[in-house]
């Protein structure tokens, strides 16, 4: 039996509807594969896991008493018999997420790249050696800023009222804060990824600097669960920085790009400057060195008497 071959892909990354899907739900899948190995092995040092998380929550001593420096306090507890399991699955799962990060970033552009040329596919080391750290920044972020948060959330707190704070729900607190101080984290990214394959200009990109630091302001104040304006311009304070940070960028992209090519900068409406200089021709003998043929002597005015009479 003959075996099955592959079809040829296309050299300009173009694929029918059925192909993207399939090749959409490839790389959704080895992404979970790597969140799977990596949560299983969180899920050998979960307890650990757990305590550095909770240190962050100004919680209360084993006998009830007030921290130093603190008004209130709050008492970890697990509410249900399955409670300490589903805490277990969302730490590990929360752990391997992030540790994930440099294989679903890959997939992420790999999925992206077949539609982009040759010469820029070569920005996936970059969007690797960049796009990873810019995550794991966040999400540290995320861990520094989160005893503010819990604090101010606790402050409102009634007096001689207990904070009982169930570790599933502090846990929910605490995930969504590094999933969004991540995701957070990479929107420079990608706006410079997006300028760097021409969909993005830095002058347009920069152009927007009112409606972008209002949307991160908004997006901000959303993603911090308090309503501290400390812990919101925590998060939005570096996005404003690496948002014009991205415009810088792309603007010495495209400066870059105009020096190699004038017309790098016009728009599909805009017409590109043709040269209509008139150069002068080379000698014919000296043409790629190839030696030219001698033109034929005119033929003589008796001969061409006797021709038309011939013909007549």
């Known amino acids: 039996m003959s075996k099955t071959t592959k079809a040829a892909k296309d ?36 307890k650990a896991l757990l305590d ?19 008004k209130h306090c709050a008492e970890i507890s697990n509410i249900g018999l399955t409670t300490p399991f589903t805490v277990m699955l969302k730490v590990s799962l929360t752990a ?16 992206v790249s077949p539609g982009l040329h040759q010469h820029e596919k070569r920005y996936s080391v970059t969007f690797l050696l960049v796009g990873t750290p810019l995550f794991l920044a966040g999400a ?10 819990a604090e101010m959330l606790i402050s409102f707190t009634a007096d001689g009222v207990k904070s009982i704070v169930p570790v599933e729900t502090y846990l929910d607190l605490i995930t969504r804060m590094v999933l969004v101080f991540g995701a957070g984290f990479e929107l420079p990214l990608f706006l410079v990824m997006l300028n760097l394959v021409g969909v993005l200009s830095g002058k347009r990109l920069l ?7 209002m949307g991160i302001t908004v997006f901000a104040a959303f993603a911090t669960p308090s309503t501290d304006p400390l812990s919101m ?4 304070a570096p996005i404003w920085a690496l948002y014009f940070l991205a415009a810088g960028i792309a603007l010495l992209n495209d400066k870059r790009k105009a020096a190699r090519n004038p017309d790098a900068g016009l728009s599909d409406e805009e017409a590109s ?4 200089t008139v150069e002068g021709v080379a000698d014919a003998e000296s043409v790629g060195g190839v030696e030219a043929v001698e033109a034929p002597a005119p033929v003589p005015a008796a001969r061409r008497d006797q021709i038309d009479d011939d013909i007549t």
């Open 207 to 213: 152009g927007w600097w009112r409606a972008m630091v």
């Open 11 to 46: 050299p300009e990354g173009r694929m029918a509807l059925a192909d993207h899907l399939r090749e959409l739900r490839n790389r959704l899948v080895k992404s979970l594969l790597a969140i799977i190995v990596f949560t299983i092995v969180a899920a050998l040092y979960h």
């Open 273 to 276: 400057q043709v040269d209509l």
């Open 96 to 111: 391997g997420a992030v540790a994930a990060t440099p294989v679903w970033l890959y997939q992420l552009w790999k999925f």
């Open 52 to 70: 550095f998380l909770i240190k962050p929550l100004p919680a209360c001593h084993p006998d009830g008493t007030l921290p130093d420096g603190l």
């Open 233 to 236: 311009l925590a998060l939005a």
């Open 140 to 149: 540290v972020l995320a861990y520094v800023v989160m005893p503010l948060t």
